[in-house]
T-cell receptor
Framework: EAQVTQNPRYLITVTGKKLTVTCSQN?????MSWYRQDPGLGLRQIYY???????DKGDVPEGYKVSRKEKRNFPLILESPSPNQTSLYFC?????????????FGSGTQLSVL | QKEVEQNSGPLSVPEGAIASLNCTYS??????FFWYRQYSGKSPELIMF????GDKEDGRFTAQLNKASQYVSLLIRDSQPSDSATYLC????????????FGKGTLLTVNP
């Protein structure tokens, strides 16, 4: 089944404790992206990648890191999480390498930073 | 800052009615337009896309685009309770800064 898999689904952590949210897609897509979704603010792009070893900042990259060492994986790293990073996070992939049209989303990760 | 604006709703319609969801965008150079549906607690799912001015129909869904007015809409005919969800408009700008920008979404409730 074609899918984008995110883990974990739910995560509660404390301020300053490094964490990684994994994302993997099995559709051989070039483009992958991370979004956060907050009430009243909608979906905002954190980082995106148009190909292996190519990543770029989205609209809200502060406090986040990403890496793209393999085409299928695009982990999101929070080196020192803070409470304002409490949010619902989505990973997405697209067969369109430019602009990320026609996104396929993962199931989401609900992160709470205490 | 490229913006995509949607009425936040909630929009409430009776079962069987036509639901009309609207979206305006600020970047006149925008080239492609998308509607995603997001059920509560779930991830967004692409339901329609449109590139050219005019209407595009897919089953009960019709996307309408007017680039001169910078306006895109989604009509849902014969609305069903299962259509109750948040609808996200997304616009892909052209030029050198080719990226997808989402509106904040409109919550649609279809009442039986």
């Amino acid at each position: 089944e074609a899918q984008v898999t995110q883990n974990p689904r739910y995560l509660i952590t404390v301020t300053g404790k490094k964490l990684t949210v994994t994302c993997s897609q099995n559709m051989n897509h070039e483009y992958m992206s991370w979004y956060r979704q907050d009430p009243g603010l909608g979906l905002r792009q954190i980082y995106y990648s148009m190909n292996v070893e190519v990543t770029d900042k989205g609209d809200v990259p502060e406090g986040y890191k990403v890496s793209r060492k393999e085409k299928r994986n695009f982990p999101l790293i929070l080196e020192s999480p803070s409470p304002n990073q409490t949010s619902l996070y989505f990973c997405a992939s697209s067969p369109w390498p430019i602009g990320g049209e026609k996104l396929f989303f993962g199931s989401g990760t609900q992160l709470s930073v205490l | 800052q490229k913006e995509v604006e949607q009425n936040s709703g909630p929009l409430s319609v009776p079962e069987g009615a036509i639901a009309s969801l609207n979206c305006t965008y600020s970047d006149r150079g925008s080239q492609s337009f998308f509607w995603y549906r997001q059920y509560s607690g779930k991830s967004p799912e692409l339901i329609m896309f449109i590139y050219s001015n005019g209407d595009k129909e897919d089953g009960r869904f019709t996307a309408q685009l007017n680039k001169a007015s910078q306006y895109v809409s989604l009509l849902i005919r014969d609305s069903q309770p299962s259509d109750s969800a948040t609808y996200l408009c997304a616009v892909n700008s052209g030029g050198s800064n080719y990226k997808l920008t989402f509106g904040k979404g409109t919550l649609l409730t279809v009442n039986p």
